[in-house]
């Protein structure tokens, strides 16, 4: 079956650190990856997505890049801001966009 | 333009009691997913509904769970006689299209059950 791994939180970091936070999946056939972000009290969004070995999604400073051979799709940024304290869960999917697999989801805060 | 808003927020119900969930998507999607997140677990899926049809439900517990997204009004989750394992948020999730549109979430129902 399909499934989605990522490090326990939560993860504490001082403003301008680096983050890295890891995600290894399982899957049938040939899988999206993405990154999900939830602030407190509100819904999930789409943070960045990659579709084919080697892409790498995107946004806000954030980066992931999809690397088949380790089945892996780590989210990395430069420097974290007190405003990134959220709690982000990488997904994958096998048929699109529709039935998304998610993992337990990591827990990041920020300190100034 | 309104996201996908979820109703109630909170709900708290005694067991045996029915839960009813209810999810408007997006203006023009037509696309409804359900989401279940337990405690200390990430969101596992339950079911995806287009209009008056049910694609896909093999996350749907076999039993007092039913979905639906009738032609006019929200897509409805109804779970009867509610257990406290049934304590979880609920979120729906909705998109224009299957072919490789992404998800817009609501925020989400939170079930008690006492």
């Known amino acids: 079956g399909n499934s989605v791994t990522q490090m326990e939180g939560p993860v504490t970091l001082s403003e301008e650190a680096f983050l890295t936070i890891n995600c290894t999946y399982t899957a049938t056939g040939y899988p999206s990856l993405f990154w999900y972000v939830q602030y407190p009290g509100e819904g999930l969004q789409l943070l960045l997505k990659?579709?084919?070995?080697?892409d790498k999604g995107s946004n806000k400073g954030f980066e992931a890049t999809y690397r088949k051979e380790t089945t892996s799709f780590h989210l990395e940024k430069g420097s974290v801001q007190v405003s990134d304290s959220a709690v982000y869960f990488c997904a994958l999917s096998v048929k699109g966009y529709s039935t998304l697999t998610f993992g337990k989801g990591t827990m990041l805060l920020v300190s100034p | 333009n309104a996201g996908v808003m979820q109703n109630p927020r909170h709900l708290v119900r005694r067991r045996g009691q029915e839960a009813r969930l209810r999810c408007s998507p997006m203006?023009?999607?037509?696309?409804v997913y359900w989401y279940r997140q337990l405690p200390e677990e990430g969101l596992k899926f339950m079911v995806y509904l287009q209009k008056e049809n049910i694609i896909d439900e093999s996350g749907m517990p076999k039993e007092r769970f039913s979905a639906e997204f009738p032609k006019e009004g929200p897509s409805i989750l109804r779970i009867q006689q509610v257990v406290r394992g049934d304590s979880a948020a609920y979120f729906c999730?909705?998109?224009?299209?299957?072919?490789?549109?992404?998800?817009?979430f609501g925020n989400g129902t939170r079930l008690t059950v006492t």
């Open positions: 999730a909705s998109s224009p299209n299957s072919n490789n549109s992404p998800l817009h």
């Open positions: 203006k023009g999607h037509s696309h």
């Open positions: 990659a579709t084919k070995a080697d």
